[in-house]
């Protein structure tokens, strides 16, 4: 049977191809972990059944209106700079993403997660917990009130430090449609030594990881802003860390 999923004698899945130059590879050897966690055989397509597409879903019902605003979670306001990050999931066509649940977690300002498995010696912010959540609206957009994140160090590769990023998490209409990516900003100083960052060698494709700082975003007297649109498929598509 031929179609948008059989296979080609190469072992390849047609539809399914990886572009490596504005995709991460599994295999980055410079990424030290993916030594551990890339595949080394052929991946298996599974096809999708009918409870894989329809469910389990998201209930809109359990994102709350606050849940995107990661500054008024606890009693008192987070150390650091504020900042807006907002922006528009978009399909391979540009036609705007609607009610996608949108995931995000950081780090702290001073560059620490709320994790015990985070041993950097910097300081725990008792207001800040680091996650949020939201759904796009009609047009696809996104909004986000949080703080700008700190580096911190990963030990990697000798005296490795992290950029300044984010983590979204993307979920379509079932848990089983999930994308994540990470954003950075705009002039880090630590891109260049970032092997995480890196492993994407399309030039371009790196660059739709950096979030753009917009001054019609930015509300004078509180908080910058910054301009983050994702890109599901296509030639623009945002590089993600499990898309096929």
């Known amino acids: 049977m031929r179609g948008e999923h059989t296979m080609r004698q190469s072992g ?3 539809g399914y191809r990886r572009d490596h130059e504005s995709q991460p590879p599994y295999l980055h050897p410079a990424y030290e972990s993916t030594r551990l966690r890339a595949p080394d055989r052929p991946l298996v397509i599974l096809p999708h059944t009918l409870s894989e597409v329809t469910g389990p879903a998201f209930g809109h019902g359990k994102v709350g209106p606050l849940d995107n605003d990661l500054t008024c979670q606890h009693d008192g306001e987070p150390l650091g700079e504020r900042i807006i990050v907002t922006g528009r999931v978009l399909d391979g066509d540009g036609r705007p993403v609607r009610s996608s649940l949108i995931e995000v977690w950081q780090a702290n300002a001073a560059g620490r997660y709320t994790h015990h498995a985070d041993r950097h010696p910097a300081p725990l912010d008792p207001n800040f917990s680091g ?5 796009t609206d ?9 703080v700008k994140p700190g580096a911190y160090p990963w030990k990697n590769h000798d005296n490795a430090w992290r950029p300044a ?3 979204f998490s993307l979920f379509g209409p079932a848990f089983a449609t999930r994308l994540v990516t990470q954003m950075y900003f705009p002039g880090d100083p630590l891109f260049d030594q970032d092997s ?20 019609d975003t930015t509300e004078p007297e509180w908080a910058l802003g910054y301009n983050f649109d ?5 030639r623009e598509a945002t590089p993600m860390e499990n898309h096929k």
Not at 230 to 234: E, K, T
């Open 196 to 215: 995480i960052f890196q492993s994407v060698s399309d030039p371009k494709a790196r660059e739709q990881m950096i979030s753009r700082f917009d001054l």
């Open 230 to 234: 994702i890109v599901l498929r296509g």
């Open 138 to 146: 009609g047009e696809g957009r996104y909004r986000f009130v949080t």
């Open 12 to 14: 390849e899945i047609t």
């Open 165 to 167: 990023h984010i983590h």
């Open 131 to 135: 996650a949020g959540r939201c759904l």
